[in-house]
T-cell receptor, first 114, second 112 residues
Framework: GAGVSQSPSNKVTEKGKDVELRCDPI?????LYWYRQSLGQGLEFLIY????????KSGLPSDRFSAERTGGSVSTLTIQRTQQEDSAVYLC????????????FGPGTRLTVL | RKEVEQDPGPFNVPEGATVAFNCTYS??????FFWYRQDCRKEPKLLMS???SGNEDGRFTAQLNRASQYISLLIRDSKLSDSATYLC?????????????FGQGTTLQVKP
């Protein structure tokens, strides 16, 4: 079956604009995660959705960042009033259950804020 | 101190060599760990899980030392295709948080 997909694969935007990044998890996976990875850095946790539970938003760096997951499937990460330091690769992952299960990552969205 | 810490390398080794990476973690309550592999400009993929003292899969062996709070990854008979960045991962223990703590990664370059 299909893996995790993300769109767009690349996004170039101007400082101050809003952007939306989309993630389609593997069908049937109840857990969905967003991470970001800056050049040469490790992955930084952003947010975690598990089933119908309240999301764990503890990794969101500021209130300009938000995410939602509709119908327990597709997720959208929104960054408002983008800043240059938001430039990074945003990775989505899904897993079948809780965090101790293997996470399957999408190819990421490379965001460049000019 | 970082929650999960790795030597970024790079480790440059010849084909056929044995190489080992260590990863230290700060939270003694962490119960399980993972090694993910990330190729250049690609997404991470699970290499091994480490739930108890260790795990072995072919040329790869992962070990957990709880007393000293580190996890190691040993690669025997290195192949050119092993060249990648290896990420050590620890779940944030307790509660229902989904936060995984990723190390910065250790870069391995296997040379012919």
């Amino acid at each position: 079956g299909a893996g995790v997909s993300q769109s767009p694969s690349n996004k170039v935007t101007e400082k101050g604009k809003d952007v939306e990044l989309r993630c389609d998890p593997i069908s049937g996976h109840t857990a969905l995660y967003w991470y970001r990875q800056s050049l040469g850095q490790g992955l930084e946790f952003l947010i975690y959705f598990q089933g119908n539970s309240a999301p764990d938003k503890s990794g969101l760096p500021s209130d300009r960042f938000s995410a939602e997951r509709t119908g327990g499937s597709v997720s959208t990460l929104t960054i408002q009033r983008t800043q240059q330091e938001d430039s990074a690769v945003y990775l989505c992952a899904s897993s079948q259950g809780h965090i101790f299960r293997e996470q399957f990552f999408g190819p990421g969205t490379r965001l460049t804020v000019l | 101190r970082k929650e999960v810490e790795q030597d970024p390398g790079p480790f440059n080794v010849p084909e056929g060599a044995t190489v080992a990476f260590n990863c230290t973690y700060s939270n003694s309550a962490s119960q399980s760990f993972f090694w993910y592999r990330q190729d250049c400009r690609k997404e991470p993929k699970l290499l091994m899980s480490v739930y108890s003292s260790g795990n072995e899969d072919g040329r790869f062996t992962a070990q957990l030392n709880r007393a000293s709070q580190y996890i190691s990854l040993l690669i025997r008979d290195s192949k050119l295709s092993d060249s990648a960045t290896y990420l050590c991962v620890a779940p944030r223990p307790s509660s229902n948080t989904g936060k995984l703590i990723f190390g910065q990664g250790t870069t391995l370059q296997v040379k012919p």
